[in-house]
């Protein structure tokens, strides 16, 4: 009787075993692991459209907002050219003013060379009018020139921007250089205001 029973509990303890078995082997891997995915990825989709349903509810805000500042002039952010040849002519034209601010007589600071090159292919909807721009600077005429540039409206952009420290560069006007001199490089830039219904201008 005692084997018996004892032969049950075995019987159990090895079908558990199985069991247990089967589902490590077979159900986790093929159901269990898939469902929490499936889940998982269902509750990140249910996020985002949440998100994406409130951005959407205050897209007439965000309308008329955009409406509001562009009738105040919010958008002279743009260069006000209509065509990449004349924004060239006036991106160049504002940087020799900013210098000789900087610089008055180049004194401390000297435009090296400034090659337009005109507006770059792009396929959004927004027109890049870039100049490689080159400068020998002193240290303070460098940072007034381009805390000028990138703080003035038209918004431009200063990018790819190369400082090389010199023991010593030339100042118009006098025999003895000066210390301390920097060699500037950088693309200065900025963007033609869209084309009403976001098409490219010609």
Same mark, same amino acid.
């Given at each position: 009787?005692?084997? @018996?029973?004892?032969?049950?509990?075995?019987?159990?303890?090895?079908?558990?075993?199985?069991?247990?078995?089967?589902?490590?082997?077979?159900?986790?891997?093929?159901?269990?692991?898939?469902?929490?995915?499936?889940?998982?990825?269902?509750?990140?989709?249910?996020?985002?459209?949440? /998100?994406?349903?409130?951005?959407?509810?205050? !897209?007439? +805000?965000? !309308?008329?907002?955009?409406?509001?500042?562009?009738?105040?002039?919010?958008?002279?952010?743009?260069?006000?050219?209509?065509?990449?040849?004349?924004?060239? @002519?006036?991106?160049? +034209?504002?940087?020799?003013?900013?210098?000789?601010?900087?610089?008055?007589?180049? /004194?401390?600071?000297?435009?090296?060379?400034?090659?337009?090159?005109?507006?770059?292919?792009?396929?959004?909807?927004?027109?890049?009018?870039?100049?490689?721009?080159?400068? /020998?600077?002193?240290?303070?005429?460098?940072?007034?020139?381009?805390?000028?540039?990138?703080?003035?409206?038209?918004?431009?952009?200063?990018?790819?921007?190369?400082?090389?420290?010199? /023991?010593?560069? @030339?100042?118009?006007?006098?025999?003895?250089?000066?210390?301390?001199?920097?060699?500037?490089?950088?693309?200065?830039?900025?963007?033609?205001?869209?084309?009403?219904?976001?098409?490219?201008?010609?």
């Amino acid at each position: 009787m005692v084997r @018996a029973d004892r032969d049950r509990w075995l019987a159990l303890a090895l079908l558990l075993a199985v069991l247990g078995l089967v589902y490590l082997l077979l159900v986790h891997p093929l159901f269990t692991v898939p469902m929490a995915e499936v889940n998982t990825r269902i509750a990140d989709l249910q996020q985002r459209d949440a /998100r994406l349903r409130g951005l959407l509810q205050q !897209q007439p +805000q965000i !309308q008329a907002r955009l409406a509001t500042l562009d009738a105040q002039g919010g958008g002279t952010g743009f260069l006000a050219e209509p065509t990449a040849e004349l924004a060239t @002519a006036s991106l160049i +034209q504002q940087l020799e003013r900013v210098v000789s601010d900087a610089s008055p007589g180049s /004194r401390g600071c000297a435009l090296v060379n400034r090659t337009p090159l005109g507006e770059e292919p792009q396929s959004g909807r927004y027109r890049k009018v870039t100049v490689q721009v080159r400068l /020998r600077c002193g240290n303070a005429e460098t940072l007034a020139v381009l805390h000028a540039l990138e703080s003035a409206r038209p918004y431009l952009f200063v990018d790819a921007l190369g400082i090389t420290a010199q /023991r010593y560069f @030339a100042v118009p006007g006098s025999n003895q250089p000066q210390e301390g001199g920097l060699d500037v490089s950088f693309n200065l830039f900025g963007y033609l205001r869209p084309a009403p219904g976001g098409a490219r201008g010609p």
